[in-house]
């Protein structure tokens, strides 16, 4: 059973807020630490022979925890990048149009409007209100937003300050019906609610291991459908790109986007153990726990407050 001697938090706190930042359990950040001296044991032998297929061993494990091809899955820093990197590589010009909600984190909204000066495209703001909509609603009002300029869709699939869950194969299978890109901010994901990618059928789909799914900071992936995978640009172009290409994993998608130039991927690497701790403490079910304790503690304020939450 996980306790709070699994981490290495502040004894005088009691630490709600993975969502923010998750707390990273002390046997993955002793991984991580391993890593580090592995790294500078032989730096050489480690960047030319063991990264590359480190690397691939933990887009294999994230790949079989959220029913996902390891090849379309590239490991990135964090949201805010993968938002960037799509942004990029989206084939955007002056008069298409971009629908956001009015739910998205506010650093992927900078990307967009940087982005937007960049491109000249427009964005949308679909407003929705809360609590959300039943499914059939919330499909409806995207539709009243859409028209034939309408490029791409980006949404949260849970809403960073509102913890609202929106129907991300829903609204995917909309979005492909209209011939929309659909991007899925799935930030707070991983971890925290069952995922699986084939369900949802995303144009993009990218998520944080290091919030539910406990993993050291600066670990994330970005999912991209296969046929969409050669028009990924990466924000840093080096030596996995081109003719001189070296680090090659047998995939462009992957080598364009997972070599930064010489770096520490360390956080990278921790992920079968992040999962291995996931799955040892059956997080999943120890979720479902804390949310019962939310409900509970919701209908007992209530009764103190007198108001109705529920
Ligand atoms: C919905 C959502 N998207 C994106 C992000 C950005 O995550 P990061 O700071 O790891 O890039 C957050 C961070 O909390 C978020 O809540």
Request: net charge neutral; glycine share 4%; with cysteine.
């Amino acid at each position: 059973m996980i306790n709070r001697d699994d981490f290495l938090l502040n004894k005088d706190i009691y630490f709600f807020n993975n969502g923010s930042f998750g707390a990273c359990p002390k046997t993955v950040f002793n991984k991580y630490h391993e890593w580090q001296r592995v790294i500078e044991y032989q730096p050489v032998e480690f960047f030319q022979e063991t990264l590359i297929p480190e690397l691939k061993r933990s887009r294999q494990s994230i790949g079989n925890f959220i029913n996902a091809h390891c090849d379309s899955l590239t490991l990135t820093r964090n949201a805010t990048y993968a938002t960037n990197t799509v942004i990029r590589s989206l084939d955007l010009e002056e008069g298409d149009e971009v629908l956001v909600t009015n739910h998205e984190y506010g650093a992927c909204i900078n990307a967009w409007e940087f982005w937007q000066k960049e491109k000249g495209f427009k964005i949308k703001v679909i407003d929705i209100e809360l609590p959300l909509p039943e499914t059939s609603d919330i499909i409806r009002k995207i539709r009243s937003y859409i028209n034939p300029e309408t490029k791409v869709i980006f949404f949260s699939h849970i809403t960073s300050s509102t913890a609202q869950l929106f129907p991300a194969r829903e609204i995917c299978k909309f979005a492909r019906e209209n011939n929309i890109i659909s991007i899925v901010d799935g930030a707070h994901t991983i971890g925290q609610c069952p995922l699986n990618i084939m369900e949802i059928a995303p144009d993009f789909y990218f998520s944080n291991i290091h919030k539910w799914l406990f993993a050291p900071k600066g670990t994330a992936f970005l999912y991209t459908r296969k046929k969409l995978q050669s028009m990924v640009k990466p924000l840093i172009t080096g030596w996995g790109w081109g003719l001189n290409r070296e680090l090659q994993s047998g995939s462009d998608y992957i080598d364009t986007n997972q070599v930064y130039g010489t770096s520490d991927l360390s956080s990278f690497l921790t992920i079968p153990d992040s999962i291995n701790f996931y799955n040892k403490n059956n997080v999943a079910d120890l979720k479902k726990k804390c949310n019962a304790l939310v409900k509970y503690f919701i209908r007992e304020a209530d009764k103190i407050t007198k108001k109705k939450s529920l």
